[in-house]
């Protein structure tokens, strides 16, 4: 299993939460939840990062998310504020030349579970 480098996003980091609930609209106006899935696997985090960097670190970036992208696996990533590592795929990243060894790359990272 990769682990992504060890190079720290921005402060601009944001989460998004995804729970799985299913639910059912009654005819009377109610309304049934239900959670779906597994405990602590119904909720998947979804990061969206922002890596400002020298060159170095980016190409080290491009490098890592290029080679999971070819065998489509997931990767070990801490995110910001979180003492632990999760399971993460990256499906689309950005990379902005800013100025003279200066990078900005953008990319969401969504936690999967697996084995």
Do not use: H
Not at 32 to 44: A, I, K, S, T
Not at 70 to 81: I, V
């Amino acid at each position: 299993m990769a682990t992504f480098p060890n190079i720290k996003p921005a402060y601009t980091a944001s989460k998004a939460s995804n729970p799985k609930v299913r639910t059912a609209k009654l005819g009377d106006g109610y309304e049934q939840r239900v959670v779906f899935g597994l405990p602590g696997r119904n909720n998947p985090k979804e990061y969206s990062l922002t890596f400002k960097v020298k060159d170095a670190d980016a190409a080290t970036i491009e490098t890592f998310l290029d080679a999971r992208a070819a065998d489509a696996a997931s990767f070990d990533f801490t995110p910001p504020g979180a003492s632990t590592s999760a399971k993460f795929v990256c499906a689309s990243w950005n990379r902005t030349f800013v100025g003279t060894n200066w990078n900005e790359i953008t990319a969401t990272f969504r936690q999967v579970f697996e084995p």
